[in-house]
Structures are given as structure tokens and as C-alpha cells.
């Protein structure tokens, strides 16, 4: 079996060998550069819309479909609800006042901002998701190492037979049902309550309600979101 690897890569010089690379050459079957034997990542990042499709298509026919919106005139196509979070701080200054204001390409949907907040800090600074860091390079080239199209989509496999091809749709619906799962961000002592459809989740005692606010995504912090 060889690897549909993407072509829109062909030809991008290597971003790791600063020049030294004449262009991405795809092995046949191995997921490097025949000219440098660096990896397809370290090439082509993908772009926003590949990255929620990718995940969209992950989502989608599985219980976790409710994070994914439908693509509209995309036959049936569902795309990654994706969320972002901006947090806008005033800095004190002796004249007109301004704000720094900082994006995260991505964080945890369904909690509030100031949760998000934490969940982020946790994080090495290096690799937290900020437009236009080195971290917001490292989620996208993560996502193109751990979510290789031809994993999801036996279509993108050359030379797999009829009964192959039948096998691989068979295994990707079963690991959807069985293995699929998200994360869940949430508060110590505040995950893992039990959910019932159509009744609202009873809070521990003690615990704060934190208000909402506009910037970041709003919700309950106990809800299951994918990493």
C-alpha cells in the first residue's frame, strides 16, 4: 500500500533546512522528503480550513459530531466548530489608553474565559497556541503528524483492493464507536459528573459561579471538548 500524501507540499522548500532543500520530493511510501528526509510537516503547514476539516471529518459519524458544523453545498461534509479565544488587557499609559491583545488559534470550547485562561497556562509557553508564534506552529504540525489524511479516508490509500478498502471502512467505523474520545476540561473536583439529556447538571457546593463574558467561549466547564 503507498500513501496519498498531499501534493499541494511538492515542490516547498523545507522550512527546518533553511534553504538547503531543493523542494518536497514524497517518498512512495514513507512520509519524508526524498531530497532532505525531513517530514512533509516540516514543508507544508496546513492552512486553518484544512486543519477543521481534517478534525471535522474525524468527528464526524460519531458521538462527538455536536463539535462539528455541516458545510453548506459540501454533500454531507461537516467541518471542526473551532474555537478561538482573545483576551484584550488594558496597559496604563499617561495618555490615550491602549490594550494588548492576544489570540489563541484554539482553545477548549464550552468553558468560560477565565478557565480557558488556566487550562492555557498550563501549558509550556512555547507550545501554547498564539497567532503567529512558534506554538501556533507546533499545534498545526502536530495535527498534520497525528491526523494524516489516508488514516480516515481509505480513498486516499493507493493500490488497496475492493476487499481492502471494505476492511479499512469497517475498521475507521469501528474506532469512531470504541476507541474515539475527547478530552474534558474542568476544574478539580468539578469533571466527570454524570450528564442527563434535557436536565441541567447540578453544581457541587461550594463551588463559584464564574460570570460570563464576551471574549472566548462561554459554557459549563465540565463539558467533554476535544483536544
Known amino acids: ?119 492555557m497556562e498550563l501549558i509550556p509557553k512555547e507550545k501554547q497556541p498564539v497567532t503567529g508564534t512558534e506554538g501556533a506552529l507546533y499545534r498545526r504540525r502536530q495535527l498534520m503528524h497525528q491526523l494524516p489524511i489516508y488514516d480516515q479516508d481509505p480513498s486516499r490509500c493507493r493500490g488497496l483492493v475492493e476487499s481492502e478498502l471494505k476492511a479499512m471502512e469497517e475498521f475507521v467505523k469501528q474506532y469512531k464507536s470504541e476507541a474515539l474520545g475527547v478530552g474534558e476540561v474542568a476544574l478539580p473536583g468539578q469533571g466527570g459528573l454524570p450528564k442527563e439529556e434535557g436536565k441541567t447538571q447540578e453544581k457541587p457546593e461550594g463551588t463559584e459561579t464564574t460570570a460570563p463574558t464576551t471574549n472566548g467561549s462561554l459554557g459549563d466547564p465540565s463539558k467533554e471538548v476535544e483536544y
Open 1 to 119: 500500500m503507498s500513501l496519498g500524501q498531499q501534493q499541494s507540499a511538492r515542490g516547498v522548500a523545507c522550512l527546518r533546512c533553511k534553504g538547503m532543500c531543493s523542494g518536497f520530493e514524497p517518498h512512495s511510501w514513507r512520509k519524508i522528503c526524498k531530497s532532505c528526509k525531513c517530514s512533509q510537516e516540516e514543508h507544508c503547514l496546513s492552512s486553518d480550513l484544512e486543519d477543521d476539516r481534517k478534525i471535522g471529518r474525524l468527528l464526524m459519524d460519531s458521538k462527538y459530531a455536536t463539535l462539528t458544523a455541516r458545510v453548506k453545498g459540501g454533500d454531507g461534509i461537516r467541518i471542526y466548530k473551532r474555537n478561538r479565544m482573545i483576551m484584550t488587557n488594558p496597559i496604563a499609559t499617561g495618555k490615550d489608553p491602549t490594550f494588548d491583545t492576544i489570540t489563541y488559534e484554539w482553545a477548549p470550547p464550552g468553558v468560560t474565559q477565565k478557565l480557558g485562561l488556566q487550562y
